[in-house]
């Protein structure tokens, strides 16, 4: 009677390690086939900051930006340009410079600001270096990187609702041209919605609304 009694607590035993390994399984599937940054046209978000709201929209037009098409953004006026494939996700990212003989361009390029797909720990560095010379022997020195690092998955919860299985990553972005500028700041990202929640030292973005487009 004992062994049998060992025999069936043993089934038992297995039995839950699997369910929870199918459990754990099926999570995993889910994230992998999940889009966290789409871009569809027409879709609308709306973010409280403190007593302001800020609205990203995805333009309906289609769009060329440094030579490429991309996908347009507005961030209340001001327009973005991203470009989405299925190993990353690119930003256009445009530098210039006050010279004595004028403007110049010293950045104008889709830089990662994703790796995908997106899997707990993995890390991405995205290095930019050039060097703008001006009145014929002075020299800036620019760079630009942008750090990534996906921290955790986690539920989160904002005014639009409770988000589940979402992405935290960490960012840090380092900018070198005459002086340093560095910032940090933290997203998490929800499947099918994108951006959920944005958090730096001096702010803090909550998705109050989301509607996809059409």
């Known amino acids: 009677m004992r062994s049998s009694r060992l025999m069936a607590i043993g089934s038992l035993l297995t039995i839950g390690i699997v369910a929870l390994g199918l459990l754990s399984c099926d999570t995993v599937l889910f994230r992998a086939g999940q889009d966290y940054f789409p871009l569809v046209p027409g879709s609308e978000w709306r973010y409280a900051v403190g ?9 309906t037009a289609p769009a060329v930006a440094a030579n490429r098409a991309c996908t347009r953004l507005y961030r209340n006026l001001a327009a973005e340009y991203w470009v989405k494939s299925r190993t990353e996700v690119l930003r256009l990212y ?11 361009t010293i950045e104008h390029r889709f830089g990662r600001v994703y790796e995908l797909p997106l899997v707990e720990g993995a890390t991405w560095q ?10 014929g022997t002075d020299t800036i020195f620019y760079s630009h990187s942008l750090t990534g690092r996906v921290a955790a998955i986690e539920d989160v919860t904002v005014p639009a609702g409770e988000y589940t299985d979402c992405y935290r990553i960490e960012l840090a972005e380092e900018i070198i041209c005459r002086d340093t500028t560095r910032s940090q700041w ?25 509607r996809k487009g059409p």
């Open 126 to 135: 995205v290095p930019f270096k050039d060097t703008l010379v001006f009145l």
């Open 186 to 210: 933290t997203e998490w990202l929800a499947p099918g919605v994108g951006i959920v929640k944005r958090r730096s030292a001096t702010t803090e973005e909550l998705l109050a609304s989301y």
């Open 51 to 59: 007593n302001d709201t800020v609205t990203v929209t995805v333009d």
């Open 94 to 104: 445009t530098r210039i410079e006050i010279l004595p003989q004028g403007e110049d």
